[in-house]
């Protein structure tokens, strides 16, 4: 029974992956969120999926350091083979229309927090348990704002949550080389434009700033990256995709 875990999986995108995984009656799924017990979605799973094997629900707060090892610790209980598929999806976007003179300096601190040196405690806190199973896979949801190759494209869009993600670019780039020695697979994974909380904020706007944009259903996110996640290969990491499998530039 191949096992995956997911943070940030109490609404959007992250809900929508527990829900696509759950489909098979194979995969074995701990969905984690700061607080599973209120969340719509992780509950009307729970009732649809009582099989409390197949569904662990996970405290998870990815900005308290205690809180990551304590549900590493949790995991490691209910997985003793070892955590096949790591989903890291949690983040936070702040400010993303703010010019370069307007950042919030405090806040953006508070971003690079989050969306950087916290999946890097997440990396490092789950790195035993993945290192025992049998797939192996580290799979980091990060964003099309992290291309500096891309950047010209959208110089005045989301300054603060580009520069994090970029560093989270580069920090498991730098870091997923040492995974493959260990036998690790590590993708990046850009999921899209996604019809979710965070997507569908200012949609008028940004689809001004981005007439080409095409924006996706939480479904069809989901379903594409699961295919990439199956296929992904240790031979071809560190690899830097978009969610429909094309290549996207550093």
């Known amino acids: 029974m191949p096992s995956y875990l997911i943070t ?11 829900q696509e995984l759950l489909k098979n009656p194979e995969n074995q ?49 209910f997985l003793p083979s070892g955590l096949d598929v790591l989903i890291s999806n949690a983040g936070i976007s702040r400010n ?21 040196v916290s999946i890097l405690q997440i990396l490092r806190a789950f790195r035993p348990l993945v290192s025992k199973s049998t797939l192996k896979k580290v799979i980091v949801i990060t964003s099309s704002q992290a291309s500096i190759g891309l950047v ?3 110089p005045d869009f989301a300054f603060t949550y580009g520069v994090g993600k970029a560093a989270l670019n580069m920090l ?9 020695e260990e036998g690790i697979t590590t993708v990046l994974i850009h ?19 981005f007439p080409t ?12 990256v699961m295919k990439l996640i199956d296929e992904a290969r240790l031979a071809d990491c560190v690899q830097y995709l978009r969610y429909d499998g094309a290549t996207m530039p550093w």
């Open 172 to 180: 498991v780039r730098k870091w997923g080389k040492v995974y493959k």
């Open 96 to 116: 993303i229309y703010a010019t370069f003179d307007e950042i919030d300096t405090d806040e953006f601190l508070d971003e690079l927090r989050l969306n950087t």
């Open 8 to 18: 940030g999986s109490s609404r959007g995108i992250g809900l929508g992956f527990v």
């Open 213 to 224: 944009a095409t924006q996706i259903s939480i479904e069809e996110c989901a379903t594409s």
């Open 152 to 154: 010209n494209q959208m």
């Open 29 to 77: 799924v701990l969905a984690t969120a700061r607080s599973p017990d209120t969340s719509d979605g992780l509950q009307k799973l729970r009732l649809q999926y009582p099989d409390s094997k197949r569904l662990i629900l996970l405290s998870l707060d990815i900005s308290k350091p205690e809180s990551i090892t304590k549900a590493a610790q949790a995991a490691a209980e």
């Open 191 to 209: 999921p899209g434009w996604v019809a979710s909380d965070m997507g569908m904020t200012d949609k008028e706007k940004i689809q001004k700033l």
